[in-house]
Every structure is written in C-alpha cells, then in structure tokens.
C-alpha cells in the first residue's frame, strides 16, 4: 500500500471530497430528504404521547378530534413533502452517478496511450470496478456510509430535541440509589452490546467470505462439465466424486457460520435486549413515582432507544469507514496517476507538398512488463509520396512500429525524426494529426454514418459519399434508409442498422480517407477478409491514396507487392529492406522463404515460387 493510506482520516476526506464535487447538490438534498424523513415518526410518537395522556386525563371531545385531525393533517403534509424530495434526490442520484463513471472515464481517456496499455495500470483499473461490483467496496460504499452518517446524526437531533424535555422533568426529581443503577446497567450493556456487535461484525464478514469461495470452488469444479470432454466421455457420471471433495470444505464453512451465529450474534442480541429492559425499567420506575405522566411512556422509551441506536450505529459507521479506507486509497492512486510523456512543442509546418519525410535511427523498444524487445536496432527511412509495406509473422513487431511512429509510445532507444528533428520535440496534437490509421481494432461508434465517417460533428456530404464509393461501400450506402444521417447498431436508436465487419471496415477506411493527411497507414484493416480480397482492396486504395505518403501492414506478403519499398520484419528487426523482385531473388532471405510458405492461398496452381506462382491472383 502507498505511503498516503497511513494517513487514514484523509483518505476518506480526501476522497469525500472528490466524490461531492460529482454532484455538489445530492448530500445537502439527501440530509433535507432525511429531515422530513424523520419528522413523521417522530410527529406519530409525539401526537399518540398527546393523545393517551388526554384520554387518560378525560379531556373534553372537541379537543380529542382536534388532536386526531392535527396527526392526519400533519402526516398528510409530511408525507407529500417527503415524496416529493424523494424524487428530487433520486434524481441527483443519478447525477452523481453518471458524473462518477464519466470522471473514471475522463481519467482513463486521459492518460497516455503507453499507461492506458500498461498491464499493472490495466489491473488497477480491474480492481476498482471489482471493488465495486462484487465488494460494494470505494467510492459507492462510502456514499451509503455518509448518508447513514446523515441518518444517524438527524435521528440524534431528533431524539436530542425531544429528549431535553424528558431531561428537564429528570433533572427536577430527586435521584435515588435505585435509579442511579439502572442508568449504569444502560450504559454498561449498551458498551457492551456495541463491542460484541463490532466483533459479530467481523465474524460475519469471514464467513461471508467463507460462502463466496465455496460457490467459487463449487463453479470451479463444475464448470468443466459443460465442455466437450465431459459429453464425449459422460463425465456428469463423476459429479457425486467431486461433490464428496466438496463436502468436507462445506462442512468447515457451516460449522463456522454456527460458531458465528453463537458466539457473535447471540452476545448482541442479549446485551441489546438487557440495554431495552434496563430503559423500560426507569422510565416506568419515573411513571410509577409520578415524574413522568402515563401517557409518556411509550413516547420515552421510543426516545431513549432510538438515541441508543443511534449511538451504536455511529460506532459501527466508524468501523465501516476504517474498512472503506484502502479500497478508497486504490480509487485515489488511481487519479493521482500522472502522464509523463513528452507533449513537444515545435510547431508542426503546414505543408501543400506534404513533405514530411521519416526516419527511424536504430530505435528500439519494450512493452512495460515485459523481457523481449519488441523493436531492436530499426533503422528506416519513408520519403514523401513512397509507399512502404511492412510484412511479416505476427508477432514481429509490425503494430509496435505503427504505434511508435504515431507515438503512443516513445521508443526505449534511438529516436524517430520527422524531418531531422526527433518527433518527441514536435507539439504532440499537431504530429498527431498527420496521420491516419486504420487500426486492427478499429471502433466506429453507435452515431449516424455522417459523423463516423469525418469523425466530426458536421460532415461534407459529396467528400463523404465519394470516399464510401471509393472504398466499395457504395452498394451497401444505397441501401442505407438515410444515407449519411442513418445511425450506425441499435445502441441509442432503434432505427440503426448494423453493418457486417467487412462493411465496418469499409467505412473505416473511408474514415482515414477522409481525414486527409499525409499519413495514411492500414494496419491489417482486411484481417478478416480472404487473400484475394485484401490483395484488392489495398491495391485499389494505393490509386485513392494518391499523393500521400503510405505505409500497408500486413502478415499477407501479396497485398504488399506493388508497393516502392518493403520491409520484412522479423522476431522485432527488419531482416530485409527492398523492392518485390529485389527480395524475391534473394532465395536465402525470409521474403523468399515467406513467399512461398504463402504462395499457395493466391493461386490454384501449385507453389512454385517467383510470380508466375501468384499472378492470378491480382487478375
Ligand atoms: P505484429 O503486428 O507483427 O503481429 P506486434 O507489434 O503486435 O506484432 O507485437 C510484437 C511483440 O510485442 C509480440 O511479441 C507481442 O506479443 C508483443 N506485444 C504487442 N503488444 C503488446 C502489449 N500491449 N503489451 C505487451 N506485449 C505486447
């Protein structure tokens, strides 16, 4: 744990804080809510108190139907009131809710690209939403915790305001040796009825754990039934084997919960119940001696027990609150993650002639956690306008060299220049936006086709539809009921129409298209299409490209063979740097070996290597 949770009371305030900037408006709301809450109750104790002592006194008719119409008026107002600020601090809820998630989000979008990446950071994330939803441990437990704190210190007010009457008529007796011991057994049992209700506490919570790994370790068991092993060879028929393995772990774990039950729960209920009898005992002792009127005695004993409750819960918020702390501590560490990379800030030159050449010198580079580089010793260089493919296994480093050059990463060694100055130096959003890239996973959102395709709010329809074309999705666009303004999936509209994968990859490549800068790089965008088909697309798209510098990726060596330069990647390097023919007439080279490992998906003719072998494939 870091070093700020030592400093536990300002964990909790410190994340009370954050969690009240959600909705400044719900806590003050929700202690009105509770006000009028607790208002009726307490109007009910005191106006039946009103109305056993006048009919025990014999008081006159009319005042006893006045006393009846007060009590319906008054709940009547009590109950509206209280409804309608239900309502409104539901409705805040809400608010605070959806501005919790959003903030969570905010922050996860925020870091850097490499820290969104990062697998401990990954994990820090997974354990607050676990927290969350299995435990009800962070943030949400924290709110239940201040609204009961909220509940606890109204009631005490409550209690307090009416108690004082009750303290007055004591305070004027005398006070005698009997009445003396009896406020001692109240206090003694009700310390002692809070003690073991913490230790009860404790008990419960390890037994309830208890029961969660038994369901675990039941699914665990179980759960290979349903595979294909257990139909092929009837494995159910080993289900009572595996239920005797079971049963002696849940016999320790019920024979646990009954030791809960007697040794936490019983000591709770008998000092609670010793602590209610002690009450009785001297307010009655007050009724019988004349210091109390009759009619008082529910009325006090309701006061008593409820400040006595009120009292004991406030110790067990405490305990809860000290439990909350480390979960709150991971919430908090969280937010408190900075971003470290480099932003720059040389201004990238707005060039017509998109003259932005790139050079890779001997840069190399690790993904957190792990122990094999990913990119060793890559030199390169992409001059405007050429076409560059990048080819080889998956895994050798082809996305890791996207990533870098877009710089989601900064390499671990050597440097990446754009026009002879490290892009480290360059204002990050300004490099950012010479690129466009259809990622492996790509995502369109649930918004009409307009927007996913300029990636704006307002969109150039002609540009739009002539890119949607271009791309092959024209077919598909004539069918859509309101062209560009049809959504895209049902999410948020049932009107939507949901596009296959290839189709959403068409409208992807649009996308990047349209965006129109210097940069256009596919990263495998056709994954899921078959050989041939990829082979098409990308060398249509090399006529759409036009005058932009391009780079295709691809594990597919055909779909690359038209391009100026090729670089075959291999364990992180690039083991060969040329043209197709170039790297074809080198038997020995990875290209060669590569190639015609390949050859027989693009031809029906057997592989014989060299081109003759493929060219029917791009007819
Ligand atoms: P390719 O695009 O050629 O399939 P990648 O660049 O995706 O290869 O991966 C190169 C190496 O880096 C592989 O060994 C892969 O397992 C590893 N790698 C890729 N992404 C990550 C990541 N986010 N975290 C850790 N290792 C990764």
């Not at 410190?14 to 109750?41: E, G, I, W």
């Not at 890779?360 to 990119?375: C, D, I, T, W």
């Not at 690129?435 to 709010?457: H, I």
């Amino acid at each position: 744990m870091s070093k700020k949770a030592s400093n536990k009371g300002s964990v909790t305030k410190r994340a009370l804080r954050l969690y009240h900037s959600y909705n400044p408006k719900y806590f003050p709301l929700f202690f009105l809510q509770t006000l009028f809450r607790n208002a009726a109750p307490d109007f009910n104790l005191w106006m039946s108190a009103e109305v056993v002592t006048a009919l025990y006194e014999g008081r006159a008719e009319r005042e006893l139907y006045l006393l009846a119409a007060v009590t319906v008026a008054g709940n009547f107002l009590l109950n509206i009131a209280g409804a309608v600020l239900k309502r409104v601090v539901d409705t805040q809820l809400e608010v605070l809710q959806y501005n919790e998630a959003a903030a969570f989000n905010r922050k996860t979008l925020s870091l850097d690209y490499d820290k969104l990446e990062n697998p401990e950071i990954r994990r820090h994330r997974r354990k607050i939403v676990e927290n969350s939803w299995i435990n009800d441990y962070g943030v949400k437990f924290l709110r239940w915790r201040v609204e009961e704190l909220i509940n606890q210190v109204v009631n005490i007010l409550f209690s307090l305001a009416l108690f004082s009457e009750m303290a007055v008529i004591i305070g004027q007796a005398p006070i005698k040796w009997m009445e003396l011991l009896i406020f001692a057994a109240i206090v003694a049992s009700m310390a002692l009825n809070i003690r073991f209700q913490s230790r009860s506490a404790r008990m419960s919570a390890e037994e309830a754990q208890g029961i969660g790994e038994m369901a675990l370790e039941e699914n665990r068991l179980y759960f290979p039934l349903s595979g294909m092993d257990s139909r092929i060879y009837s494995q159910s028929k080993l289900k009572s084997r595996l239920r005797e393995e079971l049963r002696e772990r849940h016999r320790r774990v019920f024979s646990r919960a009954a030791n809960t039950f007697i040794r936490g729960h019983i000591p709770v209920v008998f000092f609670g119940k010793l602590s209610e009898l002690s009450t009785y005992m001297i307010v009655c002792l007050y009724c019988v001696t004349g210091v109390f009127p009759v009619g008082s005695v529910i009325k006090y004993v309701g006061y008593l027990e409820r400040i006595k409750g009120s009292i004991g819960s406030l110790f067990s918020l405490n305990r809860h609150m000290k439990e909350n702390e480390p979960f709150l501590q991971t919430y908090l560490d969280y937010f408190d993650i900075n971003n470290d990379m480099y932003q720059g800030s040389l201004a990238v030159e707005k060039r017509s002639d998109k003259k932005f050449d790139i050079e890779f010198r001997n840069v190399s580079f690790k993904y957190a956690g792990q122990k094999e580089y990913a990119l060793k010793n890559i030199n390169l260089k992409v001059k405007v306008g050429e076409r560059l493919a990048v080819v080889g296994m998956n895994g050798s480093g082809k996305t890791t060299f996207i990533k870098l050059l877009c710089r989601l990463y900064d390499p671990a060694g050597g440097e990446i220049c754009m026009n002879d100055f490290n892009v480290r130096k360059y204002d990050y959003r300004q490099y950012l936006s010479l690129f466009s890239v259809v990622f492996q996973d790509y995502t369109l959102l649930s918004l009409p086709l307009g927007n996913n395709v300029a990636s704006a709010a307002e969109w150039d329809t002609v540009k739009a539809e002539r890119l949607l074309e271009e791309v092959g999705f024209g077919e598909r666009y004539a069918q859509m009921p309101g062209g560009l303004e049809t959504p895209l999936y049902k999410k948020f509209d049932q009107d939507g129409v949901n596009v296959s994968g290839g189709e959403a990859q068409k409208i992807a490549l649009a996308r990047a298209l349209y965006k129109d800068a210097p940069f256009i790089i596919l990263d495998e965008p056709t994954a899921a299409l078959d050989p041939i088909a990829e082979a098409e697309i990308y060398s249509r798209f090399d006529e759409i490209v036009g005058d932009k510098t391009a780079i295709y990726i691809s594990h597919r060596l055909s779909s690359c063979r038209f391009c100026d330069k090729i670089a075959v990647f291999d364990k992180g390097e690039i083991v060969q740097l040329g043209t197709h023919e170039e790297l074809l007439s080198d038997v020995g080279g990875k290209y060669y070996e590569l190639w015609n490992a390949q050859a027989q998906y693009y031809t029906e003719k057997q592989p014989q290597g060299g081109e003759t072998a493929v060219s029917g494939a791009f007819g």
